[in-house]
């Protein structure tokens, strides 16, 4: 498994439950987002990490000052820091695609199936871009694997505290999860081929961008 934001999330929201309980007030925020960032250092810093990090710790602050957390406002926010930490990550494939599909995440955020479906609509035109291929399978398998990756990383966070029963269970979760992943690689589905070029990717992801702003400011209008 490559290390991603969803870790990071993961990592933040166990040691956030567990602070809970001690009832810190603000420090229940502080100290997840202080260890988020000591678990960066150690990975290395690199995009989705640094990105998911950089979010985290906007959304904490934004609890620690009371004030609304608005995701699309911190997503730009921990776009323009991460470039300004390191400027030369325009140029990362991975910096590009953690972005691009957390902007559907943020986008399409009603539920599981619309948030991959978002994530998949603006991940895919730049995974053609840099790699010329995208999976079939992408969307569907996700739907099962992003479940079963978070309870079998909570299960290895628990299994630390109580080694019965979540090493068995975590045991059990990644032997379903290798299995399904290696089922889907067994089907041996074409990929979807294209090479795009850039100008044509960028509109792709403009005329999207357009389009649900006008339909938000359309609903805007009516509930207004």
Known sequence: LAISGLHVGVIYLGIYWLIRFFNLGIYSHIIPSFLVWIYAFF?????SVF????????YAISKVVSRPVKPLNVFMLSFAVSLLWEPLWIFSVSFWLSFSAVLGL???????LTSIFGALIFSTPISLYFFGKSALLYAPLNLIVI?????????????????????????????????TVDLASNLKLPPITLNPPLWFVVFYISVIL???????????EKTG
């Open 43 to 47: 990975v290395g810093f690199i995009p």
């Open 51 to 58: 990105r998911a990090s950089l979010m985290l710790t906007f």
């Open 106 to 112: 943020i986008l399409f955020p009603k539920n599981l």
């Open 147 to 179: 479940p079963l990756t978070t309870l079998y990383l909570y299960s290895q966070i628990l299994a630390m505290f109580l080694p019965y029963p979540f090493a068995n269970s975590s045991e059990l979760l990644f032997s379903l999860l290798y299995k």
């Open 210 to 220: 357009f389009s649900l702003s006008l339909w938000r400011f359309k609903n805007a």
